[in-house]
């Protein structure tokens, strides 16, 4: 029995750190447990985008956490490399096309694209969320694969009818989203029609 909720989340090399460091901040204040595999390539994002050298809880969050748990890349015999161990889900954000690409074709040599076939096969929710464009024919093929086999394909594409007021809001509205995906409730500014609560505060 998992007494706290747990969601799988992988950062890959494509651009939208700003949507990674977000997302782990609001799954954490949410009290979810976040079992966190960087790629090489997602370090080095972390790194270009965010002046995030070292991974750390203090370096993505502000502050020590118990919340989030941080995996290596390459070490497959892991935790969330087994179905055994009882998930809420995974997102991968942002997605590569190459992580895209290897997800669709079952590779599972390291963490990330393993943890992503163990979702997958355990009929769990996987969100990937691609945000290059435009996208090929290839890159579509895989999505169409992805989507077939059950994963949600979510694009970082945010909505304008909120009326946002900075890159903050946009990045709320995609991360907004990605929670409602997974049953994380939150209290960020997506909801047509709905008043504004409280929302947790962004990273300076």
Request: proline share 4%; with cysteine; net charge negative.
């Amino acid at each position: 029995m998992v007494n706290r909720k747990r969601i799988v989340v992988g950062i890959t090399g494509a651009s939208g750190a700003i949507y990674a460091r977000r997302l782990v901040e609001c799954l954490c204040a949410a009290e979810v447990d976040v079992h966190l595999v960087v790629t090489p390539h997602g370090r080095q994002l972390l790194a270009d985008e965010l002046d995030i050298p070292e991974v750390s809880a203090e370096s993505l969050l502000g502050h020590a956490s118990d919340r989030l748990i941080l995996h290596a890349y390459r070490d497959v015999g892991a935790l969330i490399a087994s179905g055994g161990f009882l998930t809420g889900g995974m997102i991968v954000c942002p997605c590569s096309s190459n992580t895209l690409a290897a997800i669709a074709a079952g590779l599972a040599d390291n963490l990330l694209d393993r943890a992503a076939a163990v979702t997958l096969k355990e009929m769990r929710r996987l969100v990937l969320v691609p945000r290059e464009m435009p996208m090929s024919r290839i890159e579509l093929s895989n999505a169409l694969r992805l989507s077939e086999a059950g994963a949600v394909i979510c694009p970082a594409c945010p909505g304008f009818y909120m009326r946002p007021a900075g890159i903050d809001d946009l990045v709320d509205f995609v991360v907004g989203k990605l929670l409602d995906l997974v049953g994380v409730s939150h209290a960020l500014n997506t909801r047509w029609g709905e008043a504004r609560s409280d929302v947790p505060a962004t990273s300076g």
